[in-house]
Nanobody
Framework: QVQLVESGGGLVQAGGSLRLSCAAS????????VGWFRQAPGQEREFVGR???????????DSADSVKGRFTISRDNGKKTVYLQMNSLKPEDTAVYYC????????????WGQGTQVTVTT
């Protein structure tokens, strides 16, 4: 099974940038879809976006506080790492960010990292 470890969170001022990493290990990583989620205090976990490891195709959440145009998901096959580049950060982006993995044919993400805290200050 795949194992995931996030890193790269921290404290940043509004308008700044951070890049989160999700290091993966396990067999046949190319079979997985890796998603990014976030959860702010007192709120439900929110889907941010996902990437198909094999093709690099990405999809982003179309939510009210849209990350489209500000966040970019990518992957490095050699490093077995998926990235979440976050630009033009806003205080409402403050949350614990998680990466998770699933196999094709399922909507559930059974494999999760431990999360990394992102705090955006005004």
């Amino acid at each position: 099974q795949v194992q995931l470890v996030e890193s790269g969170g921290g404290l940043v001022q509004a308008g700044g940038s951070l890049r989160l990493s999700c290091a993966a290990s396990g067999p046949t990583l190319s079979a997985y879809t890796v998603g990014w989620f976030r959860q702010a205090p007192g709120q439900e976990r929110e889907f941010v976006g996902r990437i198909l490891w094999s093709s690099g195709r990405t999809f982003y959440a179309d939510s009210a506080d849209s990350v489209k145009g500000r966040f970019t998901i990518s992957r490095d096959n050699g490093k077995k790492t998926v990235y979440l580049q976050m630009n033009s950060l806003k205080p409402e982006d403050t949350a614990v960010y998680y990466c998770a993995a699933r196999l094709p044919g399922s909507d559930d993400y059974p494999y999760w990292g431990q999360g990394t805290q992102v705090t955006v200050t005004t």
